[in-house]
């Protein structure tokens, strides 16, 4: 028997279920008015959430998106690593186009603080993985080492608002050690340093109003009728043990962590809702099952990333409308990347390109229990009618007879509308129907463009049973 609360809010929880990138942030800006609260739960600096206004662009990496709809709560969990001086920075940037984040932002006293140690450790070991820099790894360490040599490692929001002082000076210390083991010149990295400690205190005031101490200010709202979206960073394939380590990020990124890291009992859990891309990417080192070009693609990263190639550089060299059409799979993942823009919204490095793999993500909907998937960039399978596939080409469990990779029909730019999202080809209602069939849940919906309404939404999530 199913009990009903008439007066009991929910959560549900949204996550990207490949490598990141996944276009999360549209389908949160999507659905965002039908929540009260947006909230995060993992992760930090580390992710990346653009927003375009009429008044210039908005860049979170920290701050819940839906800061634009003034009735929103926003909530950064316990299970969060925060870079204070990042986020001084994006509340001025949220300030300057004249939203007042006061009394709608609210921060876990217990989320870990993101110390200058930490971005030096990142910084100088970033290459074996590819990290962002942002620190992630070495606070997540320390939160688990709590204690070193009698000093505490791990700070907590409550701590470093407790003693801002000793918190300054601690973690001083702590930087001043990682320093003290480097060689050779350590002008840069020291200026970086100073500037980081000069500026703590001011930002460690800014943030004070926003920083929560009552653990139960989630759980409270919620019981009230409160409803939540967690806003999942990164994915599920770089949980930091789902994902294939060490290539992973520092945090748990799978949607049961929620309830964890977001400071909300798991009674309160309605779906989970899952965002793939139809031509994946990945930034940063590690497997790739389905990735186009396979380990020369890899090789072909690594080496762009370390010699700063971009963007800019892979425009001046190929010709992306001859690399369309090669028989080279790797020069077909070159082509793929320029003409669907996948380089780094920051850094503006290349990602790595793959055809859709629908038994990773078949693997995904099972293990975390999603319940319904977005697809973003369908529009962009239409490349690949030209291609040397000749159709869709998607990644599914090899069987005795059939190999891995599955071609199913295409169809042409010129068969969508970008007026009407919602009329689309008979191969692309084929083309779901498919992919609903290997993944085992329904599509609720396909991304068929860059923009925020060009998204085909098949039905609501108000309108979903289990
Ligand atoms: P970290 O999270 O900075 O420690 O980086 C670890 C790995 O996760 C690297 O491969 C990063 O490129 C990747 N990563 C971290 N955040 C994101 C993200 O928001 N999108 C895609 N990849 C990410």
């Known amino acids: 028997m199913t009990v009903v609360h008439p007066t009991r809010g929910y959560a549900d929880v949204l996550v990207g279920l490949q490598y990141g990138d996944e276009g999360k942030a549209k389908i949160i800006d999507l659905i965002a008015p039908d929540y009260d609260i947006v909230a995060r739960f993992n992760g930090g600096a580390n992710a990346g959430h653009t927003i375009e206004t009429p008044q210039g662009r908005v860049v979170l990496q920290q701050v819940p998106c839906a800061i634009f709809q003034p009735q929103t709560l926003l909530y950064i969990g316990s299970g969060c690593a925060v870079n204070l001086w990042k986020l001084v920075a994006e509340l001025d940037q949220i300030a300057a186009h004249g939203v007042d984040l006061t009394g709608r932002l609210h921060i876990s006293d217990r989320a870990a603080v993101v110390q200058a140690a930490h971005i030096l450790i990142d910084e100088r070991d970033s290459a074996g993985i590819g990290t962002t820099k942002n620190g992630m790894g070495p606070c997540y360490a320390d939160r688990a080492y709590r204690m070193r040599g009698g000093a505490r490692t791990n700070l907590q929001l409550r701590d470093v608002l407790a003693d801002p002082a000793g918190a300054l000076e601690a973690m001083r210390a702590a930087a001043d050690a990682e320093l003290a083991g480097y060689d050779g010149d350590t002008s840069a990295p020291r200026r970086d340093l100073q500037q980081r400690l000069d500026s703590f205190a001011a930002c460690v005031e800014r943030v004070r109003g926003h920083v929560q101490p009552r653990r139960t200010w989630l759980a409270e709202r919620v019981g009230q009728g409160a409803r939540v979206l967690f806003e999942g960073a990164q994915s599920t394939m770089l949980d930091v043990v789902h994902g294939d380590q060490p290539f992973v990020t520092a945090s748990h990124t799978v949607p049961a962590y929620a309830y964890v890291g977001g400071d909300l009992p798991p009674r309160f859990h309605r779906y989970t809702i899952g965002v793939a891309k139809a031509v994946m990417s990945r930034v940063g080192n ?94 962009c399978l239409s490349l690949y009618g030209e291609s040397m596939f000749g159709g869709i080409p998607v990644r599914v469990p090899a069987t005795a007879d059939q190999g891995a990779t599955r071609v199913l029909p295409s169809f042409t730019a010129d068969q969508l509308r970008a007026d009407q999202p919602d009329v689309l080809p008979l191969e692309l209602l084929e083309f779901r129907s498919f992919v609903e069939r290997e993944i085992g849940v329904p599509v609720i919906g396909f991304g068929m463009g860059p923009k925020r309404d060009q998204i085909t939404q098949f039905f609501r999530l108000g309108e979903f049973a289990r």
């Not at 090789?299 to 370390?306: E, K």
Request: no cysteine; glycine share 10%.
């Open 286 to 379: 590690g497997p790739f099952p389905s990735e186009l070009g396979a380990e020369r693609s890899a090789a072909y990263f690594a080496d762009a990333v370390s010699a700063g190639r971009g963007r800019a550089e892979e425009q001046a060299e190929f010709d992306m409308h001859r690399l369309r059409f090669s028989t080279d799979e790797m020069e077909l993942g070159i082509a793929m990347r320029m003409l669907t823009h996948e380089y780094g919204s920051g850094s503006g490095r290349p990602r790595r390109i793959g055809i859709l793999d629908l038994e990773q993500l078949r693997e995904m909907v099972v293990a975390f229990g999603v319940d319904v998937v977005y697809l973003n960039k369908v529009d």
